[in-house]
């Protein structure tokens, strides 16, 4: 199957966490807004994507995957169909539910992190909203970023594997990566102060793996940039 995947071109986004599982799964996808440019996914937004039969479905933003039959939205809900198919997901009914509800909080940390930068509206810039934004920074790196990364490490600690789930190699684990290295490019000095050798263990492991060490090195990985969700400032590295 092939798999066509729609998000912005220039940033990694919301869009690199499903990258991230594609390419470890080493299915063949197209990349609509880097290969077709910017205009395919505003067109996709305002007409809809169209599937093999003729009919349309609309999503509200990207990311999104299309399979020709079938159109899937929201970056969790697609990280979870992928894991799931593809034999990265836990195996028992429980197992997989709490992997669904992993997923969204890293979702859920994804926004977080990127309303430091942007606390006010993503519709103003991020010099608009600089004062209030320096405020966010102090409560994120002070309060929240111990806290959401403690979560992690302790999930990892009741494991019998360097994994979340043991030995095996799930969606979310391959999800994690991308944003531990968000989190690095956004707020280096904040994310080295931290002690989090679990996390790193789980990182380093994930990025070892050959495809992903393949992707890394190519011209697909984008790399961060100050467009995006995960952005460096250094006022806001407090």
């Not at 006010?120 to 991020?126: D, E, F, H």
Request: aromatic share 10%; proline share 6%; hydrophobic share 40%.
């Amino acid at each position: 199957m092939s798999f066509e995947l729609y998000y912005w071109p220039m940033i990694p986004g919301r869009g690199e966490f499903i990258r991230w599982i594609l390419e470890d799964l080493e299915l063949s996808y197209v990349d609509v807004g880097r290969e077709r440019g910017f205009e395919a996914i505003v067109a996709a937004r305002q007409d809809g994507i169209a599937l093999d039969d003729g009919q349309r479905v609309h999503i509200y933003a990207p990311p999104a995957l299309a399979t020709g039959d079938r159109v899937i939205g929201q970056t969790s809900v697609i990280a979870s169909y992928l894991g799931e198919r593809y034999e990265r997901a836990p195996n028992t009914d429980a197992a997989r539910l709490e992997a669904r509800a992993l997923m969204t909080f890293i979702m859920d940390v994804t926004k977080e992190a990127h309303d430091v930068h942007h606390p006010v509206s993503p519709a103003l810039t991020y010099a608009e909203q600089r004062t209030e934004a320096q405020r966010a920074a102090t409560t994120f790196v002070k309060d929240r970023l111990p806290s959401l990364l403690g979560f992690w490490e302790r999930r990892l600690a009741s494991t019998e594997g360097p994994l979340l789930f043991g030995e095996t190699t799930t969606y979310v684990d391959l999800a994690l990566v991308p944003l531990l290295r968000g989190l690095d490019h956004a707020f280096p000095r904040a994310m080295s102060a931290l002690e989090v050798p679990a996390l790193r263990r789980l990182q380093s492991i994930v990025q070892a793996r050959p495809a992903l060490t393949a992707y890394r090195a190519s011209d697909r990985c984008v790399p961060f940039n100050e467009h995006g969700v995960f952005r460096y400032y250094p006022e806001l590295d407090v």
